[in-house]
């Protein structure tokens, strides 16, 4: 994200599979799903991101945000990872 230059970036974690953002501005937008492990509980993503990062799939789709109607949705097809190492 820091070689976008100017321009902006939100994240969420989400427990759902469901996360949700606000006063976005109407233009293309990139959304990226980065699913961990099934059974990966709490602040243990974190570190398991730190240990396993470049190997964990990122998925990545384009989406166009219009001005109306004020709440829209997006669907994306992603594949749960195994769970690499000990997940420490």
């Keep these: 994200m820091a070689a976008l230059g100017q321009s ?3 994240m969420a974690f989400t427990r759902s599979g469901q996360p949700s953002f606000t006063e976005l501005v ?3 937008y990139t959304v990226c799903v980065v ?3 099934a059974g990966m509980r709490g602040g243990a993503g974190f570190g398991y991101l730190q240990q396993h990062g470049a190997q964990v799939p990122a998925y990545c ?7 109306t109607p004020a709440t829209q949705s997006m669907t ?3 594949a749960i990872p195994p769970l690499l190492g000990s997940g420490s």
């Design 8 to 10: 902006t970036s939100m």
């Design 26 to 28: 109407s233009g293309a």
């Design 35 to 37: 699913p961990f492990p």
């Design 61 to 67: 789709q384009p989406v166009n945000v219009a001005a």
């Design 76 to 78: 994306m097809q992603v």
